[in-house]
């Protein structure tokens, strides 16, 4: 069964069309990877599936678990079960990590978090940071490990993570895809994962790779292969095959 089903999603962002007629799907327990050349619209399709006001669904639907949330809110739809983790978290001066684990894990301002969320605080390696500024001060992997702590805290039925290797040591990147597989596997939740690099591929079990390519999704498949294919001939040989396809 699917967890997510888009079906030709037109989006335009300041007049502008970015997306234009995306059609796939993501099971449940399923993890999906999306490649694509900076501007081709991935971060766009994300914050489409979240629901912000900034980009416009000129056309189409987006079916979660059953149920159309083209018009829904933003909020309306993380209530339903869809989080995001962001690829650039912003710095919040004046709150602190353990607080916005509190609002994550729906507790009230002076509850104490659990001994099972200390132990996920612990995992990410982020126990010294519970008293500190979010993201204040923070290197690049300390600010992607409190990224999807902050998700998997929300406990999600979908996960949409928005590069999630960049900029990350080897140490942190094993860490997140370790954490994030673990999550997948004990949830039976599903993941939606933007990647340029593909590195995230060796620590989460995906399933399913689309290529995104000026707005259209120009192939689907096996991830392996298809990050394979894109170290050796770059994107342009996807561009071939959506000029091919758009002829027949």
Known sequence: MEILRVE???????GKEILKGIDFGISKNEVCVLFGPNGAGKTTLLMSILGSPNYKITDGRIIF???DITNLEMNERASLGIGVAFQNPPEIIGVKLRDILRICTRKRVNEELTENELKLVEKFKLTRFLDRDI???FSGGEKKRVEIL???SMRPKLLLLDE????????????????IQRYINETGGSALIITHHGEILEHVDAKTG????????SCRGNPGVIFHDILKSGYRECVKCLIR???K
């Not at 030709?8 to 300041?14: A, I, T």
């Not at 689309?210 to 999704?217: A, S, T």
């Open 8 to 14: 030709n999603l037109h989006v335009e962002v300041e």
């Open 210 to 217: 689309f290529i995104l390519l000026d707005g259209r999704i």
């Open 135 to 137: 993201n204040v001060g």
């Open 150 to 152: 902050q998700l998997l």
């Open 164 to 179: 999630p290797d960049s900029g990350v040591d080897v140490e942190s990147l094993r860490l997140i895809g370790n954490e």
């Open 65 to 67: 678990n059953g149920m």
């Open 245 to 247: 396809g758009a002829k």
